[in-house]
Each structure stands twice: as structure tokens, then as C-alpha cells.
């Protein structure tokens, strides 16, 4: 791969054996998750009859939890000056949890197995996206982020592939989600989910430094003005985007099946790893903010999309959006975490972000499923208000990421 307008010539068998190791191992993990996770607000829902204020909060609760491990173990990989271990024992967590989702029949119980696979990830993410971060020259930075979610997201792809087609021999078309088939998926996603672990024992190492730092604190002066306001930005767009299990859920408010729900995921998933890469690409060139803000600002039509939406295709024509925006953002977001702070304060600034993300996870999630349903008495102001809501905050979030001026003057900054 070649990006012609500059001298360099980028190409992906170069990239070093970490940036693989770690793609390779979040490739096999989404599989398994992205299996369950994405017909579990369907089992809870279908099955279980579990309404949406509950599940905005088993879900808000989830990823709520992993928050301030997120923010610890960023934090202590720089302490102990090792991402790979840490990560190991994240990856571990999960795959561990996961066998339990076959045995679960109360919404207490997915809850309780959900949030130990939160905490897997909350162990792992900043490590290993620090990292990513240590294995690649600054230049290249993008397209090794922009490779990672492409591998993790085509992950995504084969694990709902393999989700639709046990659907599609247990239950043909059916519009709701059984429990024996549900049992099936949980069986068949944990091969990957142990697979992955192995993969990033054997494939990675640590990336060591030379230099010796202080131990870092976590707070706004360490880390500098300029991630502060980053994730007040971020942070604004964050509270508008609740979880995906409710455009889920919103889908088959409209009528989609369940197998049709998982085929739309996989076009939204294949569409988010073609566009990885080269969006990561771009961002060297272009800057990272431009991105970013193309990216939410597609997200808002999106959002709105969703809660104007009438028929089946408007659907499925979303969902393909929505993997643009996927591809635009998330790995351009985490490369620019890495060009505003210190090289020494990575894990920790990593752990920061991803834990701040995570913690408003649970009122984004919680305040979707009480705006769609209500709470006690009031029934809520139907399924558009979330969309409504998540577009008109990444609209204003775009706008604030647009007129801000970076103090810290690299090249990736956008």
C-alpha cells in the first residue's frame, strides 16, 4: 500500500511483529464477542422480557465498571513498564467469562457475567493500546491504529457471519431470538476468545525503554491543557452515544429480523474494516482533527437517520453510514492521544481516556433507555428520542472539535 502524495512508501508487511501480534488477537476476540454480544440485548429483550430501561443499565453498568480499572492499569503499565502482561491477563478475564453466558436464565446473571467481561477489558485496553502506540514511529502511527480496529472490526465480521448462520439453520428468519439458539452462539464463540489469548503470549513482546521517568500521577496538569480539553470534547459527544444495543433494538422495533439484524451488523462491520485503514492513512496526512470531526458529524445524520427512520432499507442504509463513521473515528481517536502527551505518560493517558469514555457509558446508556421507555409511570418519549438526543450532542461536539487549536504544535494534530 502506497500513499503517493508523499516520499514515504508505507506498506503493511512492514509493520513491526507487535502491530500484527495485537491485531491478530483482537481479531479472534471479536469474534467471540461480537458473536454473543451483539444478540444479547436481543436474548435479554425476547427471552428474558427485559424492558429497555433495564438493559440501557445492564449495559451503562458494564462498561461503567471496567471504567477505573481502565484508568489503573494504564496507569500501572506505565508504573511497571509492561503493556504485554497486563494485557495477557484482560484478554484472560474475558475469555474466562465468557462460558458462564450459556448457563445465565435472569437478567441479574448477565449482568453479573457482562460486567466480569468489562472488567477484562478495562485490564487490557490502555496496555494495549499503549502498546501499539510503542511499537510504531510517530509517522506511521495512524495506519498502525487505523490496521488494528481494521483486523479487530474484520473480527466483528466473521464472528456475526457465523452468529447469522447458526440462526439461519436453528430458526430460519423468525423475528425473535431463541433461547437454544442463543445457547449455541455462546458455545461456539469461545474457541476464539481462547485463541486470542494465546495469540498475544506468543506473538508479542515488550517494547522497553531506555529511558528512566518518574512515576507518573494521574491527573489534568501531568498529562497537559490540551488532553484536558480533548476529553471534555470527547466527552460531549460520549454522553449523546449509548450503546449500540440499542440500534439493535431499534432495528427490530422496525421490523428487521433476527437473522436480517445480524446480516446488517456484518455489512456495518465490513464496511468499518475496509475503511480503517486507509482513514488511519489519511490522518498522517491530514491531520487527525479533520478526521475526527467528519467523522461525528456523519455520526449526527446518522443518529437522526435512526430516529426518523420508517422502513427496513433506511435500516440497513444507516447501518452503512455508521460503519463510515466507525472507520473515520476510533482508530483516528486513539492516535491522537498519542500525539498530545508525553511518550513516558502513553499507558497512562490511554487508561484515562479509555476509563472517562467508559464511565459515561452508563449515563449515555441509562438515560437512551429511560428517553425511549420512561422510568416508574412515565412511558418515556418513544424510540426516536435517543437517536435525537446523540445527534444533536455529536453535532455540537463536532463544532467544539473544529474551532479548537492544539497548544502542542505536531504535525498530527491535525
Not at 464496511?271 to 491530514?286: E, F, K, N, Q
Request: hydrophobic letters at 50%; glycine letters at 10%; proline letters at 3%.
Amino acid at each position: 500500500m502506497k500513499n503517493k502524495n508523499t516520499e514515504q512508501h508505507v506498506h503493511l508487511k512492514d509493520l513491526p511483529r507487535n502491530i500484527w501480534a495485537v491485531s491478530l488477537t483482537s481479531f479472534f476476540m471479536d469474534i467471540s464477542s461480537e458473536m454473543v454480544i451483539n444478540i444479547l440485548p436481543l436474548f435479554l429483550s425476547n427471552v428474558l422480557g427485559v424492558k429497555t430501561n433495564i438493559i440501557g443499565l445492564i449495559e451503562g453498568v458494564a462498561e461503567a465498571t471496567a471504567s477505573l480499572l481502565k484508568m489503573i492499569s494504564g496507569w500501572l503499565s506505565d508504573k511497571l513498564k509492561t503493556r504485554k502482561w497486563l494485557a495477557v491477563l484482560g484478554y484472560g478475564i474475558s475469555a474466562l467469562a465468557k462460558p458462564f453466558f450459556y448457563f445465565a436464565n435472569t437478567w441479574g446473571a448477565i449482568a453479573a457475567i457482562r460486567w466480569a467481561d468489562r472488567v477484562g477489558k478495562g485490564v487490557r485496553t490502555a496496555p494495549r493500546d499503549a502498546l501499539v502506540a510503542d511499537s510504531i514511529e510517530e509517522k506511521q502511527r495512524g495506519l498502525a491504529f487505523g490496521f488494528h480496529r481494521a483486523a479487530d472490526t474484520l473480527g466483528a465480521v466473521v464472528g456475526l457471519a457465523v452468529a447469522a448462520l447458526v440462526v439461519w439453520m436453528t430458526q430460519q428468519s423468525s423475528g425473535l431470538l431463541t433461547v437454544d439458539t442463543f445457547k449455541i452462539i455462546v458455545l461456539l464463540s469461545l474457541v476464539p476468545a481462547f485463541a486470542a489469548v494465546l495469540t498475544l503470549i506468543v506473538g508479542t513482546k515488550e517494547v522497553k525503554s531506555s529511558e528512566k521517568h518518574a512515576l507518573p500521577k494521574i491527573s489534568a496538569k501531568t498529562l497537559g491543557k490540551d488532553f484536558l480539553i480533548f476529553l471534555l470534547i470527547v466527552s460531549l459527544f460520549d454522553i449523546g452515544n449509548s450503546s449500540d444495543a440499542f440500534l439493535t433494538l431499534r432495528a427490530q422495533e422496525r421490523g428487521v429480523s433476527v437473522l436480517g439484524i445480524l446480516i446488517m451488523l456484518i455489512v456495518f462491520n465490513l464496511v468499518y474494516t475496509l475503511i480503517s485503514t486507509p482513514a488511519g492513512i489519511l490522518s498522517d496526512r491530514v491531520g487527525r482533527k479533520k478526521m475526527i470531526v467528519g467523522g461525528w458529524l456523519l455520526y449526527a445524520i446518522v443518529y437522526l437517520g435512526f430516529g426518523l427512520a420508517q422502513a427496513v432499507w433506511h435500516i440497513y442504509t444507516l447501518y452503512i453510514l455508521y460503519g463510515i463513521y466507525y472507520g473515520l473515528t476510533v482508530g483516528t481517536t486513539k492516535a491522537m492521544v498519542a500525539d498530545i502527551v508525553p511518550v513516558e505518560l502513553r499507558g497512562t493517558a490511554y487508561g484515562t481516556y479509555n476509563g472517562i469514555m467508559g464511565i459515561l457509558d452508563f449515563p449515555a446508556s441509562l438515560l437512551a433507555g429511560i428517553l425511549w421507555q420512561g422510568v416508574g409511570s412515565w412511558g418515556g418519549f418513544g424510540p426516536s428520542a435517543p437517536f435525537l438526543f446523540g445527534a444533536s450532542t455529536a453535532f455540537f461536539a463536532a463544532i467544539l472539535m473544529a474551532v479548537w487549536t492544539p497548544s502542542t504544535k505536531k504535525q498530527n494534530n491535525g
